[in-house]
C-alpha cells in the first residue's frame, strides 16, 4: 500500500513537473516581445538624443556618380549626416565592386551616424534592372503573371534578395503595384503584373514576401497608382481625373492589401489627382499620404518619394520644395538620384523647416525598418566564394525564367 502511495505521489510530481515544463515551452515565445519593446525603447531615446542634422541625413537617399566612393562623396555623407543611398547599373560593375562600395558607405554611415545605412536600388526585373550583369535577372512582372505561378513570383523574390545582398544592397524599390489599366501608358507596361486589381495583389504580394524571406526590405510603388497615367512623369507631370471613390475601387486596392499585409516601404507617384488634390501631386499631398494612405489604408510602415529629380517634381515644384512639403504631407524618405548641392540644401531645409518631433517620427520608424535587416549584407565572403554564391544564384534564376 505504502509503496502504491509513492508511486501515485512520484507520479503526480512527474506530471506537475512535465505540466510545468510545456507551460514554460508554450509561453516562451512571448517572452521575446518585453525584449522587441525594449530594443523600441533604445531606438526612441537614440533618436531624442540625435542633433537635427542626424535626424534629417536619416530622411534623404542619395545617389552619386561612377563606381567609386569619391572623397567629395563621402565628404557629402560625412557633413549632412546623410543615412542612405541608392545604386543605379552605373554604380555597378562587378559583384565584387558593388560588395567593396557598399561596404565602405556602410563604414562611413555608421562612423557618422552610429546606425546602418539603407543601401538602395531598383531591381524589378525585366527592363528595370541593376545588379551586375554577371547575375541573371528576373524577366518583367507581366511575363510571371501571364506564365508562371505566384508561388514561382515568391521564388524569384528570394533569390533576388539573396543576390541584392550579395552585392551588399538592402533595400530593393520593387515591386510594381501599379495596375497597368490604360494602353498608352509609356512607363508601366510590362512593369505590372496585369490589368486586373486581384492579379496585381496576388503576384505583388507574392514578390514583396520572398524579398522580405530573403532579407532585404521590399518598397511597393507608385501609390496610389501610376497605371493609368499617358504620360512618363521622368518627363512630364501626369495627372489622372479620378475621384477617391473610383480610386478605391480600383488603383488602391493592391496598396490596401500592401498595408494590410505589412509592407515596409511604399514609393509615392509624381501623378496630379486634382479631383482629390488641386495643388499638389501625390507626393507632395497631405490629402493622400496621411489621408488615404495612412488615415484611411492604416498604413504606419516608411513612405518614400520617389525620385525628386524627375521632370514632374523638379521643373513643376523645385526637388527642396517637393522635399520639404512632401514631409509635411507625410513623407518619411525623399530619394534623390544624384547628390549635388540640391541635395545639400534639402537636408538644410529640413533643420530649419520641419519640427524636431516631426523628424523624430520618420526617424523612428526607419530605424526600426534597419533594425529589422541588420547584418543582412555583413557576411564576408572569399572571391572563389562569391563567384560560387552567383553560378548558384543564376542557376535558381534560369528556372524561373
Do not use: W
Amino acid at each position: 500500500m505504502k509503496k502504491r502511495k509513492i508511486c501515485v505521489r512520484l507520479l503526480l510530481t512527474l506530471l506537475m513537473l512535465a505540466a510545468f515544463f510545456m507551460e514554460s515551452c508554450v509561453s516562451a515565445p512571448a517572452g521575446k516581445e518585453p525584449q522587441k519593446k525594449s530594443d523600441e525603447k533604445k531606438l526612441e531615446a537614440s533618436v531624442q538624443k540625435m542633433t537635427m542634422r542626424q535626424l534629417a541625413g536619416q530622411m534623404v537617399v542619395c545617389g552619386f556618380t561612377g563606381t567609386e566612393i569619391s572623397p567629395e562623396f563621402r565628404a557629402f555623407l560625412k557633413k549632412y549626416c546623410i543615412s542612405n543611398v541608392i545604386l543605379f547599373s552605373d554604380n555597378m560593375r562587378s559583384v565584387e565592386q558593388t560588395r567593396r562600395i557598399c561596404s565602405e558607405i556602410q563604414a562611413i554611415v555608421k562612423e557618422t551616424t552610429g546606425f546602418e545605412a539603407f543601401i538602395c536600388t531598383d531591381q524589378e526585373g525585366g527592363k528595370i534592372v541593376r545588379l551586375p550583369q554577371e547575375l541573371l535577372s528576373l524577366k518583367g512582372a507581366s511575363y510571371y503573371s501571364k506564365n508562371r505561378t505566384a508561388s514561382d513570383v515568391f521564388k524569384a523574390g528570394e533569390v533576388t534578395a539573396m543576390q541584392l545582398r550579395l552585392c551588399g544592397i538592402n533595400v530593393d524599390f520593387a515591386p510594381v503595384m501599379d495596375i497597368n489599366s490604360n494602353p498608352k501608358n509609356p512607363i508601366i507596361g510590362e512593369r505590372s503584373y496585369g490589368s486586373k486589381s486581384n492579379t496585381v495583389v496576388e503576384y505583388g504580394l507574392q514578390m514583396a514576401s520572398g524579398l522580405r524571406q530573403g532579407g532585404v526590405i521590399c518598397a511597393v510603388k507608385h501609390f496610389p497608382g501610376h497605371g493609368d497615367t499617358d504620360t512618363d512623369s521622368h518627363l512630364a507631370l501626369p495627372s489622372v481625373n479620378k475621384s477617391y471613390g473610383q480610386l478605391k475601387q480600383f488603383e488602391l486596392l493592391p496598396f490596401k492589401a500592401a498595408a494590410e499585409a505589412k509592407v515596409p516601404v511604399v514609393m509615392t507617384a509624381h501623378i496630379m489627382f486634382p479631383k482629390i488634390d488641386s495643388k499638389y501631386p501625390a507626393t507632395m499631398s497631405h490629402k493622400i499620404l496621411t489621408g488615404i494612405l495612412r488615415q484611411d489604408l492604416g498604413f504606419d510602415g516608411i513612405i518614400i518619394t520617389d525620385d525628386l529629380e524627375m521632370a514632374a517634381i523638379r521643373k513643376n515644384f523645385g526637388i527642396v520644395e517637393g522635399a520639404v512639403s512632401a514631409i509635411k504631407a507625410g513623407a518619411d524618405m525623399v530619394c534623390i538620384s544624384v547628390y549635388s548641392d540640391g541635395a545639400g540644401k534639402i537636408s538644410d531645409a529640413f533643420v530649419n523647416q520641419i519640427s524636431r518631433s516631426r523628424l523624430e517620427e520618420s526617424a523612428l520608424r526607419i530605424l526600426k525598418a534597419k533594425a529589422s535587416v541588420r547584418g543582412n549584407t555583413s557576411d564576408s565572403y572569399s572571391s572563389k566564394e562569391v563567384s560560387s554564391l552567383i553560378k548558384e544564384y543564376n542557376s535558381q534564376m534560369k528556372k524561373l525564367n
